[in-house]
């Protein structure tokens, strides 16, 4: 389904993926897709240019991620920053 939402938009190879970057391309999915594509797909995009697994992101990086997109974060994963360290 990814591959087709971003054939859809104008993003054919990884070459086009690396010019355009994954904030850019979430943005042009979602424009087109709407709620069907969520932040995984952004998080997906950018952990696959680097050759890291879709799922590898770290909470700083979604963080970072989000901004750059201009979407929130989910407030499990605000939560989830905040707790403390067990002993």
């Known amino acids: 389904v ?3 939402w971003l054939r859809a938009v104008g993003i ?4 086009e993926l690396r010019r355009v970057g994954p904030v850019e391309a979430y943005g042009r999915v979602t424009y087109r897709f709407g709620r069907a594509a969520n932040r995984n797909l952004l998080y997906a995009l950018a952990m696959g240019l680097e050759g890291r697994a879709y799922n590898d992101a770290t909470a700083a990086e979604k963080r970072r991620l989000c901004q750059e997109a ?3 974060l989910p ?4 939560g989830r920053e905040k ?3 067990r002993r």
Not at 12 to 15: C, H, I, Q
Not at 75 to 78: E, F, Q, R, T, Y
């Open 83 to 85: 707790r403390k360290p």
């Open 2 to 4: 990814s591959a087709r």
């Open 12 to 15: 054919d190879t990884v070459t």
């Open 75 to 78: 407030s499990a994963a605000v």
């Open 70 to 72: 201009g979407i929130a």
